[in-house]
Every structure is written in structure tokens, then in C-alpha cells.
């Protein structure tokens, strides 16, 4: 790691246009949004795993999607490599698209079934126009090897279907690593495959990230795995960062109420439940009506009148570790 | 037949298969365990471990073309298997009660979540009015933690976490002395998860019945299980009390699931992976189902399969390391 900031995202959101009804539209003017990201800022460093962890909904996969392009934002800015790729239109984004991959959550929905394994892993390298023939199959053998799919020839005409979920996780790291990007989205790469084979694919994540000098954003709703695998973590609730420290300051200082809370919920392999899981009020609220104030407030016990009116920002309270709550700044 | 009256459940060598197009496959291979009033079992196994199989085999609900093929399931000293039509209707719900995985599939979209009670009542107990069928459901709701006026909504005005609780007090509609819950967590998210198992923790200690947690998650059955089934391709591979399971790890698959998954309490953890995937059922290995993913494979496990060693009190191993054991 040497510092340098490979992804800066500035105020992104964005926002879903909730689709109404015949007669909603012809009676009301308003239209309301799920506000998936709400303003969210951070940097990742060049060869750190940052990871975004949070429940279903807090936006996490969204922010992920929005740094790859794959759909637009509807503000905010996405520097890659200092570079402002929310503007870049066809060409150039395809462009760019070589050096930032993603790997998606559902192996099994990810890869066309009617594609042979050699085809699929072949097909970037087609679409940017880099390799065919001959020379095309070397560097899908290659790949493969990479990640572990042995002997590579014996893959190459196998179709999804015959693989396992392990095995086609790899297929889909060696289809983005094929491109030789500089960073990889990783959204809930593990989430779908068995126990007993998901550190196999974590481990493959982190000895690639150091053979190929990779950076990684790593999606996560676990916790456990958040803290094997990354440098720092950003903790997000409904659509925004709640706090965002290095790992050591996540698991060992976690200051912000619904990181303490997500932290104690945690099940921990060991005969006997220790500690308690910390009360949270009620469910968490909807994106399209965002509570006023702290968006965290109405399920939290150390609520006061101001956390009702005004949003905490996210601020620095040691180095290198930001909190949006006013008990943190007090 | 053998009665053993002082267990609530005893299952003696349980198979079960299922009969696919392109072969017979193994999911439930001779399995024998018990449960007792208020006790909670935890089964853990992989995907395709017949965890699920052997869940459903106890209320005698194998989906075609599964099959029991042989084995007892003694309920109070009575024959489950054996059973007529309308004593294993009986059995489901009122004396067995089961929870599913994905409580958004599981509540007919159509019909009000009262609805969902007052028919589950009445099939059982066709004496019982609608209105006392809906007291009920009520009381049911306050005890699962929701409001009660919340029995007239449809069950996508809930939330995932609403409707898993709307799935337990189903469940505990009739009173059952065994609940099983299938993965009942494993769609929602970590906070809601914490709160539905120490929901159902909290409804056993105040009903007293016997809870089958069947779980891939290791974490959660150590943490909320008395004893523990670890199942690989079908077998039990060990069980155990889980505090020795966890002080005295024996079977190589329990010692690698161990490693292999991370504690969020340890300061620096190095995980190691179990190598190698698990068996294709269709082509089962020879042998011990485990040695090709083993690292103390010695000759014999890859000719004879080796049976459950016992190798201290209530803790059995199926492995040919602890051979100097007595045969449990």
C-alpha cells in the first residue's frame, strides 16, 4: 500500500424513482425515490481491501455498481485514479471498464449457461479486441491456472452447469482478472457458496490481490468475514456511512450505535452465547421515507432532541476513524 | 420392537433416498439420534449433508422422488412411519411443527396472515370457532413480538424478519413438542437473526419443547444448541454435547469447519480451507465419504467405511482414527 487513492468517491447518490400507480399519477404531482446511496464520500487506497458492510438495503451494492458504471449516479463524483469517469460516455468508459472489474454475489446466475467455461472467460478479451484464436486460449488457460481450476484444458469445454458453486465463483474472478484490472468490485463474493470452500475463495482474493497488485471494494453483509479480509472497513445505514475506520478501530472501538449493535449480533463459534445482543427499536426504516435528523434515531436508545432534527455528519474523532454520531463528538 | 419411553424422540437408522433420473441418490444414510423435552439439537452440514432431508423424514414429508427406506422415528414411544393418513396429518403441527428457510415463500400471498391461522386451527381442531381461532392468533402474536392488530395484514405488508416471526407462532399454533426449524435465519439479516433465535429460545424456555435447529452456520449451533449433529454426505460424522464438540473436536470435517469459519472475537485468526469440495452423492466415493478431502487419510478409509466410534460420553465420531474406541 503506498497511499495513493485508486477510487475517491465525492457526495454520491442515488436515487430510485418509485413507480406509481394509473391513478397516483394523475392525482398527485409528487414523485417519491428510494434513496439508495444518499451522499456518501470515501477513498480507496491503491492494494488495500476496503470493505462495505451493512444490512440488505443500506446500499452497499448500489455504491458498488455506481463506481463500475453500471448504472449512472444521480450526483456526485467517481475518481478513478484521479480521473472523473461519471461523465465518460461509450468509448472511453469501455475503456476503462478494462481496468475496473466486478464479480457478482450469485454464481449461478452470473454466468451463461450456454456458454462453455472457455468461452465465457474468453469474451472480454474479444469484446476489448485484445486476443483471438490461439492466443486468445493461451491466456484463458493462463487465468484459469491462476485461480485455481486445474488442469485449465479440462475446464475449457465444461458448461456452467457442471461446475460447482466454488468452482464457478472462480470462473467469474477469472473472467474479470482476464482483463488484468487494476480494481475489482467484489459484491458478496462468498455469500452463496458453501462453508467449507468459502475461505478457499477468500484466500484465492487476497494471494491474486498481492500477485497481480489488485485493489479491491469488498461487499459484505458479514461481519466475521469483513474482519479476515480488510485493511478498513465502512460501516453503511440506509444509504449512508456511519463510521469508517481501519479494522483495528471497527472491531475493537466500534463508537457508532448500530456498528456496537450489528457487532454484538454476530454469532460466535464457541458452546455458549456470552455476550448479549444489544436491543435495537423496531426494523430499520424505509429508503423512500427517510426518518428526519439521524436517519439511525428512531431505533436508538441514546436518541436525544437533537439527533431528531439535524444529521450528524461524518466526522473524524481519531485519525483514520469517522463517526456520524453526536455522542461521538461530545 | 425396543420402546425407549424416556426419550421424546428416538430415530434408529433412519435412511432416506431419493430416486433421481440419472441414479439413486443416498441423502439420509442410517442415522440414529435422540431428543428430549426442552433440549435443543443443532444439525449442521453443508448443502446437499441431507441436513434438510432428515428434518422433513420426521414428519414423514420426503418430497417425491424421496423415499424413507428404512429406520424408525419413535414419538413418544410411537411409531411415526407407521402411521395412518390422518394420524401423519395430526403429526404435522400438532405434534411436530415445522419452520422453513425463506419465510417469503412459505404464507400464501392471497390470504391475511389471521387467515393463515384460523385455517391451520381448524384443520386440526375443527371444533374451535373462528373467533376463538383468532384469540389465539393474537395471543401467538404478542408472544412472537409483533403487534397483534398486524394479523389482519397480507403478508407482503410485513417484513422479512415479521414474517419469520409470523412463521414461529404458526408453528406454535397447536402446542407441539417438537419444533424444527430449517435454516430459519438464513434469509434475514445478523440483527434480526440474533433476535429470532433468542425469540425462539425464549418461547422453548416458556413452552418447554424440544427445538431441531438445522443450520449450515456452525457459529449459531454452538452458540444455541445443547448437543450437535455434524453431517457430511449424509452421515453423521460426529455428535456431541456442544461444549465437547468445541473443546474436543474429533472428525476431521468438524476440526476443518472449525478452522475454516471466522470469529469475530479473535484478534488475528488464520483460516485454513478444507481442500476439495464435497462428494457428488451420485458417484459417492468408496470408503470413508470424507478421504478425499482428508489429511490423516490412511489405507483403510478408502476401502471401508467406517461406522460411529464412540468415543466418550454422548459424543460418537465416524472416524477410523478413533478405531481403538468402542463401536457406539
Known amino acids: 500500500m503506498n497511499g495513493d487513492r485508486i477510487i475517491r468517491v465525492e457526495h454520491l447518490k442515488k436515487y430510485f424513482p418509485v413507480e ?26 491503491k492494494g488495500e481491501v476496503f470493505t462495505l458492510a ?16 453500471l448504472i449512472p449516479p444521480t450526483s456526485g463524483k467517481i475518481y478513478f485514479n484521479e480521473t472523473d469517469i461519471t461523465k465518460l460516455q461509450k468509448e472511453q468508459l469501455r475503456i476503462t471498464r478494462r481496468r475496473l472489474q466486478i464479480i457478482f454475489q450469485d454464481p449461478y446466475a452470473s454466468l451463461n449457461p450456454r456458454m462453455k467455461i472457455g468461452q465465457s472467460v474468453g469474451h472480454p478479451l474479444e469484446i476489448h479486441g485484445i486476443a483471438k484464436g490461439s492466443e486468445k486460449r493461451k491466456k484463458v488457460l493462463e487465468i484459469l491456472e491462476r485461480v485455481g481450476l486445474v488442469p485449465p484444458e479440462q475446464f475449457m469445454n465444461l458448461y456452467p452447469y457442471q461446475l460447482s458453486g466454488g468452482q464457478r465463483q472462480r470462473i467469474a474472478m477469472a473472467r474479470s482478472l482476464i482483463l488484468r484490472p487494476e480494481f475489482i468490485v467484489a459484491d458478496e463474493p462468498v455469500s452463496m457458496i458453501d462453508v467449507s470452500l468459502r475461505t478457499t475463495i477468500i484466500d484465492l482474493m487476497l494471494d491474486l490481490r498481492k500477485e497481480l497488485e489488485l485493489t479491491y ?26 463510521e469508517m475506520g481501519s479494522k483495528q478501530e471497527i ?68 485519525k483514520g476513524h469517522f463517526v456520524a454520531c453526536y455522542k461521538a463528538e461530545a | 420392537m425396543i420402546q425407549k419411553p424416556q426419550h421424546l424422540l428416538t430415530v434408529e437408522g433412519l435412511t432416506a433416498e431419493y430416486c433421481a433420473q440419472r441414479g439413486r441418490i443416498i441423502a439420509v444414510e442410517d442415522v440414529s439420534f435422540s431428543l428430549d423435552k426442552g433440549e435443543t439439537l443443532g444439525v449442521v452440514g453443508e448443502s446437499g449433508s441431507g441436513k434438510s432431508t432428515l428434518g422433513l423424514s420426521l414428519i414423514h414429508l420426503v418430497p417425491y ?58 384443520t386440526h381442531e375443527p371444533k374451535v370457532t373462528k373467533a376463538d381461532a383468532i384469540t389465539r392468533a393474537r395471543k401467538l402474536f404478542k408472544d412472537v413480538g409483533i403487534q397483534p392488530e398486524r394479523i389482519d395484514d397480507y403478508p407482503h405488508q410485513l417484513s422479512g424478519g415479521m414474517r419469520q416471526r409470523v ?3 404458526l408453528a406454535l399454533a397447536l402446542d407441539p413438542s417438537i419444533v424444527i426449524a430449517d435454516e430459519p435465519t438464513t434469509a434475514l439479516d445478523v440483527i434480526v437473526q440474533a433476535k429470532i433465535l433468542d425469540l425462539l429460545k425464549s418461547l422453548q424456555n416458556r413452552y418447554g419443547m424440544a427445538l431441531m435447529l438445522i443450520t449450515h452456520d456452525l457459529s449459531i449451533v454452538l452458540e444455541r444448541s445443547d448437543k450437535i449433529i455434524v453431517m457430511y454426505a449424509g452421515r453423521i460424522v460426529e455428535q456431541a454435547p456442544s461444549s465437547t464438540l468445541y473443546t474436543h473436536t474429533q472428525h476431521p470435517y468438524s476440526q476443518g469447519l472449525l478452522k475454516s469459519i471466522p470469529n469475530i472475537e479473535l484478534e488475528e485468526q488464520k483460516l485454513t480451507a478444507i481442500g476439495g469440495s464435497p462428494p457428488d452423492l451420485l458417484h459417492p466415493p468408496i470408503g470413508c465419504q470424507f478421504w478425499p478431502r482428508c489429511q490423516y487419510i490412511m489405507e483403510i478409509c478408502k476401502i471401508k467405511e467406517p461406522p460411529l466410534f464412540k468415543t466418550g460420553i454422548d459424543h460418537l465420531v465416524r472416524c477410523h482414527l478413533y478405531a481403538g474406541e468402542t463401536s457406539g
Open chain 1, 20 to 45: 406509481k400507480g394509473f391513478l397516483e399519477r394523475l392525482l398527485t404531482r409528487t414523485r417519491n425515490y428510494v434513496k439508495a446511496v444518499d451522499d456518501v464520500s470515501f477513498s480507496v487506497l
Open chain 1, 54 to 69: 451493512g444490512e440488505s438495503g443500506c446500499g452497499k451494492s448500489t455504491t458498488g455498481k455506481l463506481i463500475v458504471r
Open chain 1, 217 to 242: 471494494l469488498f461487499i459484505t453483509h458479514d461481519l466475521a468475514i469483513a474482519k479476515y479480509i480488510s485493511d478498513r472497513v465502512a460501516v453503511m445505514y440506509l444509504g449512508k456511512i456511519v
Open chain 1, 251 to 318: 472491531f475493537t472501538n466500534p463508537t457508532h450505535p448500530y456498528t456496537q449493535a450489528l457487532l454484538s449480533a454476530i454469532p460466535v463459534p464457541t458452546p455458549e452465547r456470552k455476550k448479549k445482543t444489544l436491543e435495537l427499536k423496531g426494523e430499520v426504516s424505509s429508503a423512500i421515507n427517510i426518518p428526519p435528523g439521524c436517519r439511525f434515531n428512531p431505533r436508538c436508545s441514546y436518541s436525544t432532541d437533537k439527533c431528531k432534527k439535524t444529521e450528524p455528519e461524518l466526522i473524524e474523532t481519531t
Open chain 2, 65 to 122: 422422488p424421496g423415499r424413507i427406506v428404512k429406520g424408525t422415528i419413535l414419538l413418544e414411544g410411537q411409531n411415526v412411519l407407521k402411521l395412518g393418513k390422518e394420524k401423519t396429518r395430526d403429526l404435522r403441527g400438532r405434534r411436530i411443527s415445522y419452520v422453513f428457510q425463506d419465510p417469503m415463500t412459505s404464507l400464501n400471498p392471497v390470504e391475511r396472515i389471521k387467515d393463515h391461522f384460523v385455517e391451520l386451527i381448524r
Open chain 2, 167 to 169: 412463521m414461529i407462532a
